[in-house]
């Protein structure tokens, strides 16, 4: 998987693209930074989430429940471990 893009850069993109004039087009910006259309796209829709404009979980709520997700399935691994006086083959 590769790795994400800075936030400082994703921040700059989207600065650029919501500050851009009407002639400019978003595949032109991602043209021009090197990141797909799609990707940018999806910054957006996070970035105006985030503002509160568009209803979803923010990027900190995101976060918090990968971490919540990561924390229970490591929880629910370890209980279908056999215990150690276990008989079990």
Same mark, same amino acid.
């Given at each position: 998987m590769p790795q994400p893009y800075p936030k400082e850069f994703r921040d700059d993109v989207i600065r650029v693209?919501?500050?851009?004039d009407s002639k400019t087009t978003i595949g032109q910006i991602a043209k021009d930074f090197g990141v797909h259309?799609?990707?940018i796209n999806k910054w957006?829709? %996070? +970035?105006?989430?985030?503002a509160g404009n568009k209803p979803g979980n923010t990027s900190d709520e995101s976060a918090e429940l990968r971490e919540m997700r990561r924390r229970a399935a490591a929880y629910l691994s %370890? +209980?279908?471990l056999p215990s150690k006086g276990s008989t079990r083959s």
């Open positions: 693209v919501q500050t851009r259309e799609g990707t957006l829709r %996070q +970035a105006e989430i985030d %370890q +209980a279908n």
